[in-house]
Structure formats: C-alpha cells, structure tokens
C-alpha cells in the first residue's frame, strides 16, 4: 500500500520559515521523480518544485529562491524548506510521486506526458501578514 505523509505544516508569519517532511513508503521511493504541490482556497492545484532521481531539481517562478526541496533516499523521505514566507504562499502542500518529465513550466505545470502517480494527504502552511 502506497502511503506518502506530510509532516511539518503550521501557522507563521510573513518573512518566516517552515520545513515540511512527506515520509514515503509502499512503492520504489528512490526510482521516482518527486514533488510538492500546492492548492490555495478558490485555486487550481499548482506544482511548485520536483526533485528528480539524480537530485536535479525544478522551481516553479513564485517560490524560486526562497523554496529548498531535497529527498533523502535512505530515509524514503522528501523536504521543503520554506524561507522568506508570503501571505500568498498559504495553501494546502501536497507531497506527490510523479512519472515522465521531472520539469516544471515557470507557472508551475508539469508537461504533457507527466503525470502525479500517488499523492500525499496534505499539510496546511498558513502565513499570515
């Protein structure tokens, strides 16, 4: 049984920090591209950074410089480091396991032929201004 949780989400004010964890587990961690999403209240889910498994990584343009993904294969888990936090960065983060391109469009779509193949429950990051 495929299971990816997210860990680490919370509530801080603008300009801080947040780092969450999504521990993986149930299939081949390492084998796959991974990624975070985000979905803030009356929007369309969003891709914000993958990682792929050579560690090269894809930012979306709304959280370049200020976001840090990184996967831990031994541990079979995946980071976001948050710094420099928005009141517009507030959403539901979603960890995912995505297949095909491990690319990212600068808006923060994943490309045709790429698809989330397990997603993860959800962490809400509320930051607040």
């Known amino acids: 049984q495929v299971q990816l949780v997210e860990s680490g989400g919370g509530s801080v004010q603008a300009g801080g920090s947040l780092r969450l964890s999504c521990a993986a587990s149930g299939y081949t961690y390492s084998s796959y591209c991974m990624g975070w999403f985000r979905q803030a209240p009356g929007k369309e889910r969003e891709g914000v950074t993958l990682i792929g498994t050579n560690d090269g990584t894809t930012y979306a343009d709304s959280v370049k410089g200020r976001f840090t993904i990184s996967r831990d294969n031994a541990k079979n888990t995946l980071y976001l480091q948050m710094n420099s936090l928005k009141a517009e960065d507030t959403a539901m983060y979603y960890c995912?396991?995505?297949?095909?391109?491990?690319?990212?469009?600068?808006?923060?779509?994943?490309?045709?032929?790429?698809?989330?193949?397990?997603w993860g429950q959800g962490a809400q990051v509320t930051v607040s201004s």
């Open positions: 995912a396991a995505v297949s095909g391109f491990c690319l990212l469009t600068r808006a923060g779509s994943l490309l045709s032929g790429s698809k989330v193949e397990y």
